[in-house]
T-cell receptor, first 114, second 116 residues
Framework: ETGVTQSPTHLIKTRGQQVTLRCSSQ?????VSWYQQALGQGPQFIFQ???????GRGNFPPRFSGLQFPNYSSELNVNALELDDSAMYLC?????????????FGQGTRLTVV | DQQVKQNSPSLSVQEGRISILNCDYT??????FLWYKKYPAEGPTFLIS?????DKNEDGRFTVFLNKSAKHLSLHIVPSQPGDSAVYFC???????????????FGQGTILTVHP
């Protein structure tokens, strides 16, 4: 039990649609990072938020966007879904910026684009 | 461009023996390295880490070795237990203190199976 909850656990969307994935962090965790994990691959960094401000972004197009809220929850939004967006999406939360020592991952959201 | 590579997709070990998982990296800017364990239907769980100023870090049955000149790290599990069966990811981070330390670069993972 990491205290990080993602919803929904599974989702099927049609190409071209938009999707919002949600992450609820532990109280006091002011840093959240989102990762995309394709089948058989390691997670790939999408972006990070620290105290509701963007704090770094990976090599993903602008149609991937996010928000972090004061209540330690966050969202990942993906517009104009493509088939290649089918993957597991993971959020990781931590206190401060030192994500590698204190990061706790949620169980992930499995997104399938058809 | 795969900056962190785990070249062995799978590893099978007998209970009680040593498991050695390997990881290679290409980016010289990486200065912090981590190992995560992942069970099915769960998110990755942090296992052990090492800073680039060290060459070894130990935590119980788990030891991570770092060879900076070879850009290689390894995770040793001794003795291996059936409960260790999982996918193991190595990850790396660059530039502690700047915005880039929020970004972890992961390898592809190695599936470890420990047989009773």
């Amino acid at each position: 039990e990491t205290g990080v909850t993602q919803s929904p656990t599974h989702l099927i969307k049609t190409r071209g649609q938009q999707v919002t994935l949600r992450c609820s962090s532990q109280s006091g965790h002011n840093t959240v990072s989102w990762y995309q994990q394709a089948l058989g691959q390691g997670p790939q960094f999408i972006f990070q938020y620290y105290r509701e401000e963007g704090n770094g972004r990976g090599n993903f197009p602008p149609r991937f966007s996010g928000l972090q809220f004061p209540n330690y929850s966050s969202e990942l939004n993906v517009n104009a879904l493509e088939l290649d967006d089918s993957a597991m999406y993971l959020c990781a939360s931590s206190t401060g910026n030192r994500v590698w020592t204190e990061a706790f991952f949620g169980q992930g959201t499995r997104l399938t684009v058809v | 461009d795969q900056q962190v590579k785990q070249n062995s997709p799978s590893l099978s070990v007998q209970e009680g023996r040593i498991s050695i998982l390997n990881c290679d990296y290409t980016n010289s800017m990486f200065d912090y390295f981590l190992w995560y364990k992942k069970y099915p239907a769960e998110g990755p769980t942090f296992l052990i880490s090492i800073s680039s100023i060290k060459d070894k870090n130990e935590d119980g049955r788990f030891t991570v070795f770092l060879n900076k000149s070879a850009k290689h790290l390894s995770l040793h599990i001794v003795p291996s237990q059936p409960g260790d069966s999982a996918v193991y990811f190595c990850a790396a981070s660059a530039g502690a203190g700047g915005t880039s330390y929020g970004k972890l670069t992961f390898g592809q993972g190695t599936i470890l199976t420990v047989h009773p």
